[in-house]
């Protein structure tokens, strides 16, 4: 075939089969500018980049370019990057080589969902064909009867509802949108069989009793209310009896399995017997895999989230300047419903959860990636051991093509460019880590004879096959595990089992015995702290009577050095000479008329118990008129002993 024939066959320009046939391109060799990755290098990254993303650990683009980076820095090959970080145009270089490479949402995984393997899926549907083939006499037949499996779940629905794009003004700064300030949850509790019976969805409202909340406009709608919103043991055994009635109502037989997740509102001694009594298998989801597992989740909240937020959009546009409140939750929330409960979607969600047929192969597998969290660092010697032989293979087939052809070792080994992690070699194909200057200087090929077009490319090619030792720095994290609670982990997946209610049983008895322990604790603190309370009123008591006798006993002392000093100072000569100019002399203690009158008031009433005598002037004085407080404190058969001092005296 001619060229000109095979340019018109295969579409190909007549000049590019030219160039590939004389050398001037080389075949395999992308013209332009090397990249700065080889192809092996690329595709190791490219492999991170989708094992970081299968087992949880997504990488952004900024993420990206610093891994980049880590293995550049460490490598030491000279690159066209500022400080070793690409930029956005070899992103836009590196998609466009690898196309699978793409950019997408993730969404948020509990750290203990991650550990969710398939060993432990498969476990779990084990476990449930041994309860029912031991404890159910026609459990193949309930199996294989959609109307006879149910699940259970709740989930909250915000009032407040915000979207992502809109349209607006170009160059605007803010963008708002009205919506309720109320970060209230409405808590909607749904339950469906495999068939697509939906029963009436549960809503709890927050709050102690019901208010003017809308319920006409959802009357089918069962309502309940706990004080923080959230389901509760309680309101779940009340919603299993609505259950009952829809089974019987429906003529479901019996029994039916009705399963649910791990939460403690499910796990009562009150549930337990309510199913146990009605025939009701009541049986636990395999924890921390309700988004593999439970039908709720995997076929009917997506879609019901997607429809609550159109349909609060749509209220909101025909409701402007009014704010979605719980009085008009239940009419929103009502066309949400009739619009996503449909057969399809209980039947979907029971399929790819493998319930409904009974086959645990139909899950999603991709979903278990999380759990395939390995160390890297194996891989990656085992590929570069790999690459290592390579590299020897197209040496040795380097050497033996140039002694065959007599091709000069000059010309064979091109010129190699000495990096800081590469040793220099005798030949330029040993050379585990090329630089580009390197690989540009070996696509150099115009003018050189076929010989020398055919070994250059052999020896890029097998460059291109290199990965760096540098790579080992892509590290995978390790995934540690948590302790569970014991409880749960002792307790069987059937709830309404004779032995779940014997260790739920245990589990009240224990929580009633530690209550009153916890009472009796309390009441004994209670009578320590009376105790201590009354031994404390005693020694203040007793520290006040003491006290009020030292107190005394200084005043007594006060009182018996202040008469000593007066009758020093009396009988001195300067206190006579004092006395002498005094109005108020006596010639003795005789010449005192008792029937003089009080200095102070003018009065001479009163009995003797009122009146004092001056020690230095013997004159009288009523103890109220004397201003002396130490007279008011002392006891009244201390008052005579008393040395009192008027104010004349003072």
Same mark, same amino acid.
Request: charged share 30%.
């Given at each position: 075939?001619?060229?000109?024939?095979?340019? +018109?066959?295969?579409? &190909?320009?007549?000049?590019?089969? +030219?160039?590939?046939?004389?050398?001037?391109?080389?075949?395999?060799?992308?013209?332009? %500018?090397?990249?700065?990755?080889?192809?092996?290098?690329?595709?190791?990254?490219?492999?991170?980049?989708?094992?970081?993303?299968?087992?949880?650990?997504?990488?952004?683009?900024?993420?990206?370019?610093? =891994?980049? %980076?880590?293995?550049?820095?460490?490598?030491?090959?000279?690159?066209?990057?500022?400080?070793?970080?690409?930029?956005?145009? *070899?992103?836009?270089?590196?998609?466009?080589?690898?196309?699978?490479?793409?950019?997408?949402?993730?969404?948020?995984?509990?750290?203990? #969902?991650?550990?969710?393997?398939?060993?432990?899926?498969?476990?779990?549907?084990?476990?449930?064909?041994?309860?029912?083939?031991?404890?159910?006499?026609? *459990?193949?037949?309930?199996?294989?009867?959609? #109307?006879?499996?149910?699940?259970?779940?709740?989930?909250?629905?915000?009032?407040?509802?915000?979207?992502?794009?809109?349209?607006?003004?170009?160059?605007?700064?803010?963008?708002?949108?009205?919506?309720?300030?109320?970060?209230? @949850?409405?808590?909607?509790?749904?339950?469906?069989?495999?068939?697509?019976?939906?029963? !009436?969805?549960?809503?709890?409202?927050?709050?102690?009793?019901? #208010?003017?909340?809308?319920?006409? =406009?959802?009357?089918?709608? &069962?309502?309940?209310?706990?004080?923080?919103? *959230?389901?509760?043991?309680?309101?779940?055994?009340?919603?299993?009896?609505?259950?009952?009635?829809?089974?019987?109502?429906?003529?479901?037989?019996?029994?039916?399995?009705?399963?649910?997740?791990?939460?403690?509102?499910?796990?009562?001694?009150?549930?337990?017997?309510?199913?146990?009594?009605?025939? +009701?298998?009541?049986?636990?989801?395999?924890?921390?895999?309700?988004?593999?597992?439970? !039908?709720?989740?995997?076929?009917?909240?997506?879609?019901?989230?997607?429809?609550?937020?159109?349909?609060?959009?749509?209220? @909101?546009?025909?409701?402007?300047? @009014?704010?979605?409140?719980?009085?008009?939750?239940?009419?929103?929330?009502?066309?949400? *419903?009739?619009?996503?409960?449909?057969?399809?979607?209980?039947?979907?969600?029971?399929?790819?959860?493998? &319930?409904?047929?009974?086959?645990?192969?139909?899950?999603?597998?991709?979903?278990?990636?999380?759990?395939?969290? +390995?160390?890297?660092?194996?891989?990656?010697?085992?590929?570069?051991?790999?690459?290592?032989?390579? /590299?020897?293979?197209?040496?040795?087939?380097?050497?033996?093509?140039? =002694?065959?052809?007599?091709?000069?070792?000059?010309?064979?080994?091109? !010129?190699?460019?000495?990096?800081?992690?590469?040793?220099?070699?005798?030949?330029?194909?040993?050379?585990?880590?090329?630089?580009?200057?390197?690989?540009?200087?070996?696509?150099?090929?115009?003018?050189?004879? /076929?010989?020398?077009?055919?070994?250059?490319?052999? &020896?890029?090619?097998?460059?291109?096959?290199?990965?760096? !030792?540098?790579?080992?720095?892509?590290?995978?994290?390790?995934?540690?595990?948590?302790?569970?609670?014991?409880?749960? /982990?002792?307790?069987?997946?059937?709830?309404?089992?004779?032995?779940?209610?014997?260790?739920?049983?245990?589990?009240?008895?224990?929580?009633?015995?530690?209550?009153?322990?916890?009472?009796?604790?309390?009441?004994?603190?209670?009578?320590?702290?009376?105790?201590?309370?009354?031994?404390?009123?005693? $020694?203040?008591?007793? #520290? @006040?009577?003491?006290? $009020?006798?030292?107190?005394?006993?200084?005043?007594? $002392?006060?009182?018996?050095?202040?008469?000593?000093?007066?009758?020093?100072?009396?009988?001195?000569?300067?206190? =006579?000479?004092?006395?002498?100019?005094?109005?108020?002399?006596?010639?003795?203690?005789?010449?005192?008329?008792?029937?003089?009158?009080?200095?102070?008031?003018?009065?001479?009433?009163?009995?003797?118990?009122?009146?004092?005598?001056?020690?230095?002037?013997?004159?009288?004085?009523?103890?109220?008129?004397?201003?002396?407080?130490?007279?008011?404190?002392?006891?009244?058969?201390?008052?005579?002993?008393?040395?009192?001092?008027?104010?004349?005296?003072?």
């Amino acid at each position: 075939m001619s060229k000109r024939k095979a340019s +018109i066959t295969y579409g &190909i320009p007549r000049t590019t089969l +030219i160039d590939k046939f004389s050398g001037k391109a080389p075949i395999g060799i992308n013209p332009g %500018k090397p990249c700065v990755l080889t192809k092996a290098e690329e595709m190791v990254l490219v492999d991170y980049t989708k094992m970081m993303a299968a087992i949880g650990y997504p990488l952004k683009r900024n993420d990206l370019f610093v =891994e980049v %980076k880590k293995v550049l820095d460490a490598d030491g090959r000279p690159t066209p990057f500022k400080n070793n970080l690409p930029g956005k145009h *070899w992103y836009q270089g590196f998609v466009k080589r690898h196309p699978d490479i793409t950019e997408r949402k993730a969404m948020a995984l509990g750290h203990q #969902r991650a550990l969710i393997s398939k060993e432990m899926v498969d476990g779990w549907f084990d476990g449930l064909k041994t309860y029912l083939q031991k404890e159910v006499p026609d *459990w193949e037949a309930m199996i294989n009867d959609p #109307r006879r499996i149910f699940n259970a779940d709740e989930s909250g629905f915000p009032l407040s509802i915000t979207n992502g794009k809109v349209l607006t003004d170009k160059g605007v700064r803010h963008v708002y949108q009205v919506c309720t300030s109320n970060k209230t @949850q409405i808590t909607v509790l749904a339950c469906f069989n495999a068939i697509g019976n939906y029963i !009436p969805p549960l809503i709890v409202y927050p709050g102690e009793r019901f #208010r003017d909340s809308g319920i006409h =406009e959802f009357d089918e709608a &069962i309502y309940g209310h706990t004080s923080s919103g *959230w389901m509760d043991s309680e309101l779940f055994v009340s919603y299993l009896e609505h259950f009952n009635e829809f089974v019987s109502k429906h003529r479901i037989p019996k029994p039916v399995m009705l399963l649910v997740d791990g939460h403690s509102t499910h796990m009562s001694l009150a549930a337990a017997h309510y199913c146990f009594t009605n025939d +009701i298998i009541l049986y636990c989801l395999l924890e921390n895999a309700t988004h593999i597992l439970q !039908p709720c989740d995997v076929g009917f909240f997506s879609p019901m989230k997607a429809a609550w937020k159109k349909e609060v959009k749509s209220w @909101q546009l025909a409701n402007l300047g @009014q704010a979605l409140t719980k009085k008009h939750f239940p009419g929103v929330f009502r066309k949400a *419903w009739e619009r996503v409960a449909k057969l399809e979607n209980a039947a979907h969600g029971f399929l790819k959860c493998g &319930i409904f047929p009974l086959d645990p192969r139909n899950i999603d597998t991709s979903k278990l990636n999380p759990s395939k969290a +390995i160390i890297r660092e194996d891989n990656v010697e085992r590929g570069c051991n790999e690459t290592d032989q390579s /590299q020897k293979a197209c040496a040795e087939q380097s050497q033996n093509t140039a =002694e065959t052809q007599n091709i000069p070792e000059s010309t064979a080994d091109e !010129p190699e460019t000495e990096t800081p992690n590469a040793e220099p070699t005798p030949t330029a194909v040993e050379v585990s880590e090329p630089t580009e200057h390197s690989r540009s200087n070996d696509t150099r090929v115009l003018d050189k004879p /076929q010989s020398d077009v055919t070994q250059t490319t052999h &020896i890029t090619k097998a460059r291109e096959e290199v990965v760096s !030792p540098a790579f080992k720095l892509l590290k995978v994290p390790e995934v540690k595990r948590k302790k569970t609670n014991t409880v749960r /982990q002792r307790l069987p997946k059937s709830l309404s089992g004779k032995e779940a209610l014997r260790i739920l049983q245990e589990k009240e008895d224990k929580k009633k015995s530690d209550e009153e322990a916890k009472n009796q604790r309390k009441v004994l603190r209670m009578e320590k702290k009376l105790q201590k309370l009354e031994e404390k009123e005693k $020694k203040s008591k007793l #520290r @006040q009577e003491a006290k $009020k006798r030292r107190e005394e006993e200084r005043l007594l $002392k006060a009182a018996s050095k202040g008469s000593k000093r007066k009758r020093r100072e009396s009988s001195s000569d300067d206190s =006579e000479s004092e006395c002498d100019e005094t109005p108020r002399l006596m010639d003795s203690e005789e010449d005192t008329n008792e029937e003089r009158s009080c200095p102070g008031c003018g009065s001479d009433e009163g009995d003797d118990e009122e009146w004092i005598r001056c020690v230095a002037c013997r004159q009288r004085w009523h103890i109220t008129c004397t201003g002396d407080a130490v007279l008011f404190e002392i006891p009244a058969d201390q008052v005579p002993n008393y040395p009192f001092h008027c104010e004349y005296c003072v």
